[in-house]
């Protein structure tokens, strides 16, 4: 008895009266969820329509609702990390709370939002964007989603069962290693990571043949749109960093869980080549979430510009650049190792030198702008906020590259700064912009323009409310990851006004998921499909897509062909009949199953229960023989089918 | 580039894929052979240390060979491709040893 009270002490999370009515909000809104669903009889919708689907629309639609769902959790932590911080000497989180939370924070919101978001972008936008039906391996599509949505939800349930991980995002050893931190909490992290990046790892592959091979006739790699550009050098990006961070991931999960040495210097490991590693991966990431967004940018700024993206080549030519230097500067973030001064100066120089492309790229927007008939649209705003805000992340971080400088800066609030400047500057303001910009063609209405501002405006500024103090009170000598502060040292109204921000940020966020709610009823239906009379192949077809997306394939003859198809009245000949009938992939059940079994085997590892991490892995192996000789995974769309969709689009002719 | 039919991906394949068979299984007794060389403390650590890139290197040409179609396809795309990836490996191989040794 006293046995099981004990285990069920340590299993459940205990003691904390916030966490306490987070167990309940969990049980309350799964059995809401579970109610609704049978009510209303939407089971086998849910199963049929969505969690078997490989449709590439489909997929990225759910990675979005995860991204904004883990939006939401990344920024209740942040909001209590700041109501912490907002007065020296509070005691709203203890010491070992607050590591706990900045350090779901920032996983979270890196490779739980960042990565999702983005990659859903991908699924919505690159297929349409090339003419293609579907993604090259629609069946791995669906596995990579499920995997990484199985990582995510590992990760977030250490919260409530075992504990957080609580050593930060980065997770140095020997901070994170097993005698420094026993217990589950960074057991999570490292199965959670890894399940979810094999999935990246595989959405890389997936998405860099799909644009080198099933770009529609015509389109030569330098007349892609430019998203599908940035989408290209991203997924080789991630085929190359992201193994790095699976196998350091496994180094430290065999450290942990079978004693092993690699990160402890017990046995003649070495710590700091965790830091190493970790980087090598963690450098490539942020361009990972930061070319994507440069790629939506460039669409938006080129329709509500009204012109044509000013120096193509050079843009494509800075990305690739920028994929080959951000492997090279991974030092930057640990220049106080002090690995010695050839070193530092080495990766110092490489790291000012990604300035240069990435400045390139930001006048090749300006020249676009230049003489545009620019439309202030919601997505337009957030593209023209995005250039300032992300231009002092990069300048900082321009000054966080000069070595001898950095041993000031380093872990100071100035880098958190900087990263947040980028990062929301850059990829969560692209986040908003893409998802405003192709909102029409995933649910075919579009979202309220003057609620789209508000939140624009509400935002923007209180992020910059938010994080422009934090430079000075990092500069004024603050530390990261300091749970409290004592009053005196000219911190505190500079802190008090980041608080208020975070909570605007907050509004603005309110304000959008309203909007996403009041479009939905009342928005203004996209019968057109190509509401902003756009330049690229996905405003060819109707909002939102049919399940085949064209009814023929279209012929390219340019950069931006269908604003010239559009001129020329070619645009039609896409839905022109009579139609063929069209190849499709299946719908399957096995990526979720597999990803149920690779949650359990994580689950069982965190715990160290190794059988139930083998009856995981045995699981997920027989979902891998099943597929091997699934042969019926595909159908043809009938020709009356694809006749009808068309009628009822009104393009039938 | 593609067309209307080789959009969607058929099981069309005939015949058992021997080819993969084979290579999973050598793979996996590539793998544990690197395993058992350095659980077995049998040999010194620098013997330990040049069997397991050999066995690594020859691992990559499996892989290459049975799973990764080296042999099909543009060749300026594999050579593209296979010279992308020496030249990230010397970087990470070279540059983690000239950051961990801590010498200059
Ligand atoms: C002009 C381009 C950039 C330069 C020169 C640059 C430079 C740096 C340097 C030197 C550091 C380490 C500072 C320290 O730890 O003391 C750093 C940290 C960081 N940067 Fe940048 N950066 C640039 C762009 C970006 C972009 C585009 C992103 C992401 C979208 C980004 C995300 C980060 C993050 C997340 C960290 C801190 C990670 C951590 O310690 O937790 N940076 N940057
Ligand atoms: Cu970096």
């Given at each position: 008895?006293?046995?099981?009270?004990?285990?069920?002490?340590?299993?459940?999370?205990?003691?904390?009266?916030?966490?306490?009515?987070?167990?309940?909000?969990?049980?309350?809104?799964?059995?809401?969820?579970?109610?609704?669903?049978?009510?209303?009889?939407?089971?086998?919708?849910?199963?049929?329509?969505w969690?078997?689907?490989?449709?590439?629309?489909?997929?990225?639609?759910?990675?979005?609702?995860?991204?904004?769902?883990?939006?939401?959790?990344?920024?209740?932590?942040?909001?209590?990390?700041?109501?912490?911080?907002?007065?020296?000497?509070?005691?709203?989180?203890?010491?070992?709370?607050?590591?706990?939370?900045?350090?779901?924070?920032?996983?979270?919101?890196?490779?739980?939002?960042?990565?999702?978001?983005?990659?859903?972008?991908?699924?919505?936008?690159?297929?349409?964007?090339?003419?293609?039906?579907?993604?090259?391996?629609?069946?791995?599509?669906?596995?990579?989603?499920?995997?990484?949505?199985?990582?995510?939800?590992?990760f977030?349930?250490?919260?409530?069962?075992?504990?957080?991980?609580?050593?930060?995002?980065?997770?140095?050893?020997?901070?994170?290693?097993?005698?420094?931190?026993?217990?589950?909490?960074?057991?999570?992290?490292?199965?959670?990571?890894?399940?979810?990046?094999?999935?990246?790892?595989?959405?890389?592959?997936?998405?860099?043949?799909?644009?080198?091979?099933?770009?529609?006739?015509?389109?030569?790699?330098?007349?892609?749109?430019?998203?599908?550009?940035?989408?290209?050098?991203?997924?080789?990006?991630?085929?190359?960093?992201?193994?790095?961070?699976?196998?350091?991931?496994?180094?430290?999960?065999?450290?942990?869980?079978?004693?092993?040495?690699?990160?402890?210097?017990?046995?003649?490991?070495?710590?700091m080549?965790?830091?190493?590693?970790?980087?090598?991966?963690?450098?490539?990431?942020?361009?990972?979430?930061?070319?994507?967004?440069?790629?939506?940018?460039?669409?938006?700024?080129?329709?509500?510009?009204?012109?044509?993206?000013?120096?193509?080549?050079?843009?494509?030519?800075?990305?690739?650049?920028?994929?080959?230097?951000?492997?090279?500067?991974?030092?930057?973030?640990?220049?106080?190792?002090?690995?010695g001064?050839?070193?530092n100066?080495?990766?110092?120089?490489?790291?000012?030198?990604?300035?240069?492309?990435?400045?390139?790229?930001?006048?090749n927007?300006?020249?676009?702008?230049?003489?545009?008939?620019?439309?202030?649209?919601?997505?337009?705003?957030?593209?023209?906020?995005?250039?300032?805000?992300?231009?002092?992340?990069?300048?900082?971080?321009?000054?966080?590259?000069?070595?001898?400088?950095?041993?000031?800066?380093?872990?100071?609030?100035?880098?958190?700064?900087?990263?947040?400047?980028?990062?929301?500057?850059?990829?969560?303001?692209?986040?908003?912009?893409?998802?405003?910009?192709?909102?029409?063609?995933?649910?075919?209405?579009?979202?309220?323009?003057r609620?789209?501002?508000?939140?624009?405006?509400?935002?923007?500024?209180?992020f910059?409310?938010?994080f422009?103090?934090?430079?000075?009170?990092?500069?004024?000598?603050?530390?990261?990851?300091?749970?409290?502060?004592?009053?005196g040292?000219?911190?505190?109204?500079?802190?008090?006004?980041?608080?208020?921000?975070?909570?605007?940020?907050?509004?603005?966020?309110?304000?959008?998921?309203?909007?996403?709610?009041?479009?939905?009823?009342?928005?203004?239906?996209d019968?057109?499909?190509?509401?902003?009379?756009?330049?690229?192949?996905?405003?060819?077809?109707?909002?939102?897509?049919?399940?085949?997306?064209?009814?023929?394939?279209?012929?390219?003859?340019?950069?931006?062909?269908?604003?010239?198809?559009?001129?020329?009245?070619?645009?039609?000949?896409?839905s022109?009949?009579?139609?063929?009938?069209?190849?499709?992939?299946?719908?399957?059940?096995?990526?979720?199953?597999?990803?149920?079994?690779?949650?359990?085997?994580?689950?069982?590892?965190?715990?160290?229960?190794i059988?139930?991490?083998?009856?995981?892995?045995?699981?997920?192996?027989?979902?891998?023989?099943?597929?091997?000789?699934?042969?019926?995974?595909h159908?043809?769309?009938?020709?009356?089918?694809?006749?009808?969709?068309?009628?009822?689009?009104?393009?039938?002719? | 580039?593609?067309?209307?039919?080789?959009?969607?991906?058929?099981?069309?394949?005939?015949?058992?894929?021997?080819?993969?068979?084979?290579?999973?299984?050598?793979?996996?007794?590539?793998?544990?052979?690197?395993?058992?060389?350095?659980?077995s403390?049998?040999?010194?650590?620098?013997?330990?240390?040049?069997?397991?890139?050999?066995?690594?290197?020859?691992?990559?040409?499996?892989?290459?060979?049975?799973?990764?179609?080296?042999?099909?396809?543009?060749?300026?795309?594999?050579?593209?491709?296979?010279?992308?990836?020496?030249?990230?490996?010397?970087?990470?191989?070279?540059?983690?040893?000239?950051?961990?040794?801590?010498?200059?």
């Amino acid at each position: 008895m006293e046995n099981i009270k004990h285990f069920l002490g340590n299993f459940f999370v205990t003691g904390e009266p916030m966490i306490y009515m987070a167990d309940v909000a969990i049980v309350l809104v799964s059995l809401g969820i579970i109610f609704v669903l049978t009510y209303f009889k939407k089971w086998k919708w849910l199963w049929k329509e969505w969690l078997t689907t490989v449709d590439a629309k489909k997929i990225g639609i759910m990675y979005i609702i995860a991204a904004l769902l883990m939006l939401f959790r990344g920024g209740v932590d942040a909001l209590l990390m700041r109501t912490q911080l907002a007065l020296p000497n509070l005691h709203f989180l203890d010491s070992q709370h607050y590591n706990e939370i900045f350090t779901t924070h920032g996983t979270i919101m890196i490779l739980f939002m960042a990565m999702p978001f983005i990659i859903g972008l991908f699924n919505i936008a690159v297929p349409l964007q090339i003419g293609a039906r579907d993604v090259a391996f629609p069946f791995l599509n669906a596995v990579s989603f499920w995997l990484f949505f199985a990582g995510a939800m590992l990760f977030n349930l250490s919260f409530v069962i075992g504990g957080s991980p609580d050593a930060g995002w980065t997770s140095y050893t020997p901070l994170a290693g097993k005698e420094l931190d026993p217990g589950v909490g960074e057991n999570y992290y490292l199965l959670g990571l890894q399940i979810a990046g094999i999935g990246t790892l595989a959405t890389g592959v997936n998405f860099f043949t799909t644009i080198i091979k099933m770009r529609a006739p015509g389109m030569s790699l330098m007349k892609m749109p430019m998203f599908t550009w940035s989408v290209l050098v991203t997924s080789v990006i991630i085929m190359f960093a992201f193994p790095v961070l699976t196998v350091a991931l496994a180094m430290l999960t065999i450290d942990r869980l079978f004693d092993a040495h690699f990160f402890t210097v017990a046995a003649g490991g070495q710590p700091m080549q965790w830091a190493n590693l970790f980087w090598i991966w963690g450098h490539p990431e942020v361009y990972i979430v930061i070319l994507p967004a440069f790629g939506v940018f460039s669409e938006v700024i080129a329709t509500f510009s009204r012109k044509k993206l000013f120096g193509y080549h050079a843009m494509v030519f800075s990305m690739v650049a920028i994929s080959v230097l951000g492997f090279i500067t991974w030092v930057h973030h640990f220049f106080t190792m002090g690995a010695g001064p050839g070193v530092n100066s080495f990766f110092s120089l490489s790291t000012m030198l990604i300035a240069i492309p990435t400045g390139v790229k930001v006048f090749n927007w300006l020249f676009t702008l230049n003489k545009g008939k620019i439309q202030f649209t919601t997505a337009m705003l957030w593209a023209l906020a995005f250039i300032p805000n992300f231009l002092i992340g990069g300048l900082t971080g321009v000054m966080l590259a000069v070595a001898p400088a950095d041993y000031q800066y380093h872990n100071s609030y100035f880098l958190i700064s900087h990263f947040h400047y980028v990062l929301i500057g850059g990829t969560v303001f692209a986040a908003f912009a893409g998802l405003t910009y192709w909102w029409p063609k995933m649910f075919g209405h579009i979202l309220n323009e003057r609620l789209g501002k508000w939140a624009f405006w509400v935002f923007m500024i209180s992020f910059n409310v938010c994080f422009l103090p934090m430079y000075l009170v990092g500069l004024l000598g603050m530390t990261r990851r300091m749970y409290t502060y004592p009053a005196g040292l000219g911190w505190t109204s500079l802190n008090l006004i980041e608080t208020i921000g975070a909570f605007g940020m907050g509004l603005g966020f309110i304000i959008m998921v309203y909007n996403i709610y009041w479009s939905a009823r009342y928005g203004e239906r996209d019968t057109t499909g190509d509401p902003w009379d756009g330049r690229t192949l996905e405003w060819a077809t109707t909002s939102p897509a049919p399940e085949y997306n064209f009814a023929h394939i279209p012929t390219i003859q340019q950069v931006d062909d269908f604003y010239y198809m559009k001129k020329e009245g070619r645009q039609k000949e896409i839905s022109k009949a009579p139609y063929k009938p069209i190849h499709m992939p299946n719908n399957s059940g096995v990526p979720i199953i597999m990803a149920v079994f690779f949650f359990i085997g994580g689950f069982g590892l965190v715990f160290e229960w190794i059988w139930m991490g083998i009856l995981g892995g045995i699981g997920v192996l027989a979902c891998m023989l099943y597929r091997s000789f699934e042969t019926h995974d595909h159908h043809y769309i009938p020709v009356d089918e694809i006749e009808r969709t068309e009628r009822e689009a009104g393009r039938f002719s | 580039m593609s067309n209307e039919h080789t959009q969607a991906h058929a099981s069309e394949h005939t015949g058992f894929p021997w080819k993969h068979v084979i290579g999973l299984v050598l793979s996996l007794i590539l793998t544990f052979a690197a395993l058992w060389c350095v659980t077995s403390f049998a040999f010194s650590p620098a013997l330990i240390v040049t069997v397991i890139v050999i066995l690594a290197v020859v691992q990559a040409f499996v892989q290459l060979f049975m799973f990764m179609h080296i042999t099909e396809g543009s060749k300026v795309w594999q050579i593209t491709a296979i010279g992308f990836g020496a030249f990230i490996a010397f970087c990470v191989v070279a540059g983690t040893l000239w950051i961990m040794l801590f010498a200059l």
